[in-house]
Nanobody, 124 residues
């Protein structure tokens, strides 16, 4: 059974930083590409960042480019999202997700497995 567990969310003031983690366990695809998505109340889930299996290729939504960094440690089966210069509009529940493929994917329907989410609140 595949399980993705996010951690690291919380409350932070604007301009601050948080680092989210996603621990992967169970029988996922052996070399999955992964990503981060977020969803604010009353809004649709939106893409944040994606990374291929090796970590060489990454892709970011324009809204977070230059502020967020996605990375992974395959030896530890952990995905990370470093979030710097946080803004109130970054407030949302953040979800990690895994594909059943090697390569970058930016659409939610391309992901097979999802975590439960970790909330991030950025105050002004």
């Amino acid at each position: 059974q595949v399980q993705l567990v996010e951690s690291g969310g919380g409350l932070v003031q604007a301009g601050g930083s948080l680092r989210l983690s996603c621990a992967v366990s169970g029988r996922t695809f052996s070399r999955p590409a992964m990503g981060w998505f977020r969803q604010a109340p009353g809004k649709e889930r939106e893409f944040v960042a994606a990374i291929n299996w090796s970590g060489v290729s990454t892709y970011y939504a324009d809204s977070v480019k230059g502020r967020f960094t996605i990375s992974r440690d395959n030896a530890k089966n952990v995905l990370y999202l470093q979030m710097n210069s946080l803004k109130p509009e970054d407030t949302a529940i953040y979800y990690c997700a895994a594909t059943s493929d090697f390569g970058l994917k930016i659409n939610s329907y391309e992901y097979s497995y999802w975590g439960q989410g970790t909330p991030v609140t950025v105050s002004s």
